[in-house]
């Protein structure tokens, strides 16, 4: 029986929460790429190995906590809207859901997991959760005829009254074909 061979990607996510009115300094990001899986596992599938792009990072822009209650933030990947709850108040600057491509064979069957939750961490130790996933993904994700599916993410964070700084983390998405 073939292995199957799992490739994974990060998708760099930032997201600046100040607990005043005043903007947060903008910070530059990169697209880390991880390699195709363990060694040892290539050339096991015949025709093209899968590959995961990250196109664009996903990115949450900046709020400002107004109550101690906190709030949260969605990122909608389907509209790009956004949206805030609670005591969190939107700052402005430039939201981005993650856009992904998936390449490899033409037409094959693939699954793609994202994870539950996600960590976001800021330079002073405040710590908020990305979660609720979500993506345009179909329920039975295939590659086009070109051997390509693009597929966007956003999801959400919620922040105590305490938390501050800039949030960055990384989303790990991980692709096989079936």
Do not use: H, W
């Amino acid at each position: 029986m073939p292995v199957k061979r799992v490739i994974s990607a990060f998708v760099p996510i930032g997201c600046a929460v100040v607990m005043a009115v005043a903007p947060a300094p903008a910070s530059a990001q990169q697209c880390q790429l991880c390699g195709d899986g363990p060694p040892g596992l290539g050339g096991i599938l015949p025709g093209r190995p899968l590959r995961i792009d990250i196109e664009t990072d996903l990115e949450f822009a900046r709020y400002a906590v107004l109550s101690d209650a906190g709030g949260s933030a969605e990122l909608d990947p389907v509209t790009g809207q956004r949206r805030t709850y609670g005591g969190l108040g939107d700052m402005g600057g430039l939201a981005v859901t993650a856009r992904v491509t998936l390449r490899g064979q033409p037409n094959r069957a693939v699954r793609v997991d994202l994870p539950a939750t996600i960590e976001l961490r800021a330079a002073g130790g405040d710590r908020i959760e990305l979660t609720n996933l979500s993506s345009t993904l179909p329920g039975q994700p295939r590659l086009d005829a070109d051997g390509r599916l693009e597929f966007r993410i956003g999801g959400r964070i919620d922040v105590d009254g305490t938390d501050a700084g800039n949030f960055r983390g990384r989303l790990r998405i991980s692709a096989e074909y079936e």
